[in-house]
């Protein structure tokens, strides 16, 4: 069994991407199986197999603390901890080749609190991977770019689990301008010739700064462009996924 946690700022399609991807592997045969762990999502486009909503509810949690959506969301985020046992035995009971796990709405709320990375290390003692979504609608300047990197660098530093890095929603750029952004994510050279062309004063020097730091830690981001839409890229993902929790041999994925 494979653990899969989608993760990436709000709105970048998480969600939808799970929900897509679960159905793709579902037509390969593939066993497999839904996590949300959005305390706070209204309508999801798939039906969760499990779903921490039946464990913490948010409308509760603000009439009992008198607490605003965004107070509810925080608690809701630490609350999830304490679910960590629960969830892990759900999924054990499944018995999937592969479990997707969508992440909450505002990535700060898992990435950035002590819950998410104490999730992801006791949900499972299977192989795991994080999937980290860049939108492509954001993604298409470089200064926007390269926030974004750091940005998945930072997650990076607080999970240590092998990261994956996908261009999502790539059906709304053509794609010359979706290859643009992979061709940034794979060639310093061509980014750096963005940064000078595009960006000027402190944008410049700092885009500059940030990306060389990255380089030197020796990170690296390759884009997989991947729409949840059209489906496109789907196949990449999974051999990328297999690459890197199987070490290149052949996985379930
Ligand atoms: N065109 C297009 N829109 C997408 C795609 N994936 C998600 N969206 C849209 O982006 C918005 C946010 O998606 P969602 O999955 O809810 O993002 P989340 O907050 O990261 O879970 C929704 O309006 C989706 O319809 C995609 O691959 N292509
Ligand atoms: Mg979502």
Known sequence: ??????????????????????????????????????????????????????????????????????????????????????????????????????????????????????????????PKALVYLFDTVFSFNPLNFVSNVFLSAAVYNRFFVPQLHVLSKCDLLPPEEVNRIVDWSANPKALEAEIEEKLSGTKRLLSRGMINAIYRLGLRFLLIPVSAKTNEGLINLSTALERILAGGEKATF
């Open 1 to 126: 069994m494979f653990v899969v946690f989608v993760i990436g700022t709000a709105g970048s399609g998480k969600s939808h991407l799970t929900a897509t991807f679960n159905e793709w592997l579902k037509v390969g045969k593939q066993k497999t199986a839904t996590v949300n762990l959005d305390p706070g999502v209204l309508t999801l486009p798939y039906v969760p197999d499990i779903d921490i909503r039946d464990y913490i509810n948010i409308s509760e949690l603000m009439e009992k603390y008198r607490l605003g959506p965004n107070g509810a969301l925080i608690m809701a985020a630490d609350l999830i901890a304490e679910q960590a046992e629960r969830l892990g035995r759900e999924i054990e009971d499944l018995k999937s080749d592969a479990v997707i796990v969508d992440t909450p709405g505002q990535m700060e709320l898992f990435a950035f609190r002590a819950s998410g990375p104490y999730i992801v290390n006791e949900l499972t003692r299977e």
